[in-house]
C-alpha cells in the first residue's frame, strides 16, 4: 500500500504561481512513476504531468509545457507540481497518484495506470 497526501492549494489571482506536493507513505520503493491530474467540475479527470521515481524522467500534457514542472525529492518521498502564470481554466482539484509496476510512458496520461490516489487539493484562480 501507498499512501498519498496532497497540499498547497489555495485561492490565488491570474497569474499568480502555486507549489503543490505529494507526499508519500508506505510502500514507497514500490513506486515506480508518480503522476499529477486535475479534474474541474463537470469534467473528466485530466493528466497534467508525471514523474519516474527513479532517474526522475518526466512527462507534460502538451497545454501544460513551459508553465507547470513537475520534480521530486527522492529523500522525503515527495513530489512537487510547481504551476506559474495561472489562468482561471486551471481552476481544479489537483490529484496526485502512483504507479507501481513498470509501463511505457504512453500510458503515464492514463488514470488506470495509477493504482493510488491522494484525496485531492483544490486550486481556485480567481480572475
Known amino acids: 500500500q501507498v499512501q498519498l497526501v496532497e497540499s498547497g492549494g489555495g485561492l490565488v489571482q491570474t497569474g499568480d504561481s502555486l507549489r503543490l506536493s505529494c507526499a508519500a507513505s508506505?510502500?514507497?520503493?514500490?513506486?515506480?512513476?508518480m503522476g499529477w491530474f486535475r479534474q474541474a467540475p463537470g469534467k473528466e479527470r485530466d493528466f497534467v504531468a508525471a514523474?519516474?521515481?527513479?532517474?526522475?524522467?518526466?512527462y507534460y500534457a502538451d497545454s501544460m509545457k513551459g508553465r507547470f514542472t513537475i520534480s521530486r525529492d527522492n529523500a522525503k518521498n515527495t513530489v512537487y507540481l510547481q504551476m506559474n502564470s495561472l489562468k482561471p481554466e486551471d481552476t481544479a482539484v489537483y490529484y496526485c497518484?502512483?504507479?507501481?509496476?513498470?509501463?511505457?510512458?504512453?500510458?503515464?496520461?492514463?488514470?488506470?495506470?495509477?493504482?493510488?490516489w491522494g484525496q485531492g487539493t483544490q486550486v481556485t484562480v480567481s480572475s
Open positions: 497518484a502512483a504507479a507501481t509496476y513498470y509501463s511505457a510512458s504512453y500510458y503515464y496520461t492514463g488514470t488506470s495506470y495509477y493504482g493510488y
Open positions: 508506505g510502500r514507497t520503493f514500490s513506486v515506480y512513476v
Open positions: 514523474i519516474r521515481w527513479s532517474g526522475g524522467s518526466t
